[in-house]
Nanobody
């Protein structure tokens, strides 16, 4: 298990921005898939974005054009820049990771063995 520590959540107004960070204790493999999920009260968990070691990125339709996922290879850290926030972005955000796998880096929750503790994002109108 790799420890993931998420930070950067908080409150913002609609149209505002927040940046989430997820630091890992250490990536055990140069082959990885990392990303973010979110879950709002009473709603199903939703995959937000993923990025793999080749830099291939997939976004949920709900965040395309507003959110940007990126990674700092030197620091084993993944970021989620969230712009043009909407009230429906309010949720607890979880960073996720899996290592050493070769299948497509998509936001399927069952594929991820490492989960961060969650960070709350609240967007008010």
């Amino acid at each position: 298990q790799v420890r993931l520590v998420a930070s950067g959540g908080g409150s913002a107004h609609s149209g505002g921005s927040l940046r989430l960070s997820c630091a890992a204790s250490k990536y055990p493999s140069s082959r990885y898939c990392v990303g973010w999920f979110r879950q709002a009260p009473g709603k199903e968990r939703e995959g937000v974005a993923t990025i793999d070691n080749e830099g291939r990125i997939i976004y949920a339709d709900s965040v395309k054009g507003r959110f940007t996922i990126s990674k700092d290879n030197a620091e084993d850290t993944v970021y989620l820049q969230m712009n043009a926030l909407k009230s429906e972005d309010t949720a607890t955000y979880y960073c996720v990771a899996r290592f050493g796998t070769t299948f497509a880096c998509r936001a399927n929750a069952v594929d991820f063995t490492n989960w961060g503790q969650g960070t709350q994002v609240t967007v008010s109108s």
